[in-house]
C-alpha cells in the first residue's frame, strides 16, 4: 500500500512539473505572439498613418460638430459659462451664465472668451435674446464684444442685440460698437449684407434706473412666461451694481453679481431653487498675497484691498441658511481654486452654517431646475 502512495506521488509531480514547463512554453510563445501583435500594429500605424489620419478627420469633423446642439429638459436651466475672476486660471474664462426658461436665452454678464466656451458647451450664440451686466468692471464684460459678433453673425440678424444694464451701459455698448464699426465694414464687404445684414452687428443698450434705497430693485423684463429682476448689491466704489432673479413658472434662481454681504440680496434670494453666488477665500488669498513675487508689490497691495468688496464663503452660507435657498452654487471665486485636495479648504466652515448642498462652479456646469419637482439637477457638459 505504501508504495502505491509513492509511485501515485511520483507519477503525480511528474505530471505537475510536465504541466508547469508546458504552461512556460505556452506562456513564452503567448508573450511573443502579443509582442508580434504590437510591433505589427505600430508598424502599421506607421506606415499608413496619414492614410488613417486622412480616414478619421471627416468622421470625427461630423461628430463634433453635429454634436454641438446642447439638448436641454423643460424648465429653468442655467449653464456656468464661465466661473472664473480677474485672477489668471486656465481652466476657468470670465464670469458669464446662460439663463435658458424654454424658449428664452439669455446671458448674465460676459467674462473674457466666455463666447467661446458657448460653442463648446453646445449653445449657439445666434439664439441669444439678450445680456445683463451685473457692473462695469472689465472682467464682466471683456467678451462682450465677441459676443455680440457672433451673435450677430451665426444668426444673420437685422436687429442689434439688447444689452440690458444699470445706469452706464449707454456708454458700455456705444464704446464697443464704435471700437468695431471697422470691423463691421470688413466683414459686411466680404460676405455681403444678405448674409451678414449691417444692422444687425453690436448692441443697443437699454437701460433702468434703481432708488436709492438700499432695497432697491426694477422688474427689467418679462417675456414668455419669465420675470427677471434686478436688485441693488454693494460692490462700492462699483456703482451701480445689481444681481439678478429669474423667475418661471414657480422656480426662480438668482445671481449675486460681485458684491460684499449684502442684506438686499439675502431677501431677494428667499427660498430660491437656487443661488449663485461670487466668493472670495480670505486665508487662501492672504497666501496669494504673502508669496506673490517681490516686484509685484502693487499686485499685493490690489490682493490686500479686494477682500473688502467680496464675500466669503462662509458668509454666503449665513445668506443661504437665513433665505432658506434650496442650493448653492459657487462661482467668481478668488482665488483661483488650488488642486481638488484643497477645495474643502475653500469651504472650510460653511457646511456648520449651511445645511443645503454646497458647489463649487466650474465652466460648463449645468444646472436644470425641473418645474414638477424639487430635485434640482447638476451636470458637467466639459467633461
Known sequence: ?????????????????????????????????????????????????????????????????????????????????????????????????????????????????????????????????????????????????????????????????????????DSIVNGFNLTYQIDRRYRVAKHDSSIIPASGDGGIPISFALPNSNNADVVVLEKNGLKITAFKVDHSPAIPAVGYKFEYKGKSIVIS???????????????????????????????????????????????HDIPSYHTTPIEVAQIAQQAHVKNVVFYHMIPPLPPLFLNETFLEGCSEIYNGPLILGEDGLLVHVPLNSNKVEFKKLLK
Not at 99 to 104: S, Y
Not at 270 to 298: Q, R, T
Open 257 to 303: 453679481g460681485d458684491t460684499k454681504y449684502n442684506e438686499n440680496l439675502m431677501q431677494h434670494s428667499l427660498n430660491a431653487d437656487v443661488l449663485f453666488h461670487e466668493a472670495l477665500n480670505i486665508k487662501l488669498l492672504a497666501l496669494v498675497e504673502k508669496y506673490y513675487p517681490n516686484n509685484g508689490n502693487k499686485i499685493k497691495q490690489i490682493l
Open 1 to 169: 500500500m505504501l508504495k502505491i502512495k509513492i509511485l501515485n506521488f511520483a507519477t503525480n509531480k511528474k505530471q505537475i512539473i510536465q504541466l508547469i514547463q508546458f504552461m512556460k512554453i505556452i506562456q513564452s510563445k503567448i508573450l511573443k505572439i502579443f509582442a508580434l501583435i504590437i510591433v505589427g500594429s505600430l508598424l502599421i500605424l506607421f506606415v499608413f498613418k496619414h492614410k488613417l489620419i486622412n480616414l478619421l478627420t471627416e468622421p470625427i469633423v461630423k461628430y463634433k460638430l453635429q454634436h454641438r446642439n446642447l439638448k436641454l429638459e423643460p424648465g429653468l436651466n442655467v449653464v456656468l459659462i464661465g466661473s472664473g475672476s480677474p485672477l489668471p486660471d486656465i481652466n476657468r474664462v470670465g464670469p458669464c451664465f446662460a439663463v435658458i426658461a424654454d424658449t428664452n436665452f439669455f446671458i448674465v454678464d460676459a467674462g473674457e472668451a466666455s463666447a467661446r466656451n458657448i460653442y463648446l458647451i453646445g449653445l449657439d450664440p445666434k439664439d441669444i435674446d439678450g445680456i445683463f451686466i451685473t457692473h462695469f468692471h472689465s472682467d464682466h464684460i471683456a467678451g462682450l464684444a465677441e459676443m455680440m459678433l457672433q451673435r450677430w453673425i451665426d444668426g444673420g440678424h437685422k436687429d442689434k442685440l439688447p444689452i440690458y444694464g444699470p445706469v452706464g451701459i
